[in-house]
């Protein structure tokens, strides 16, 4: 099994900063690809970057040049850094990792989600 902890959400005023990590661990042979999502009340959960295990990355046409993902292969953490939030922003932030078991197998698993809300 494996285990993704999220950390540092929060409540920040439009125009801030906040930095979300997501570390698994676990039986954890690789990561392939690592993702970040986001959920707002009432909406359909959106992804909101991706990066793959040789560091490419992809993000949602309403964050880029704002948000920037990154990874730690040592660590098995990956990072969100959000810059000038807007309160379109806010919603339940989860990550989403493929994670390789073993040379046969490799599942998704799913953090507890970190709450961000962009408000004055």
């Known amino acids: 099994q494996v285990q993704l902890v999220e950390s540092g959400g929060g409540l920040v005023q439009p125009g801030g900063s906040l930095r979300l990590s997501c570390a698994a661990s676990?039986?954890?042979?690789?990561?392939?690809?690592m993702v970040w999502y986001r959920q707002a009340p009432g909406k359909q959960r959106e992804l909101v970057a991706t990066i793959t295990n040789s560091g490419r990355t992809n993000y949602a046409d309403s964050v880029k040049g704002r948000f920037t993902i990154s990874r730690d292969n040592a660590k098995n953490t990956v990072y969100l850094q959000m810059n000038s939030l807007k309160p379109e922003d806010t919603a339940v932030y989860y990550c989403n990792c493929n994670v390789r078991e073993n040379l046969l197998i490799s599942r998704d698993y799913w953090g507890q989600g970190t709450q961000v809300t962009v408000s004055s």
């Open positions: 676990g039986r954890i042979f690789s990561i392939n690809d």
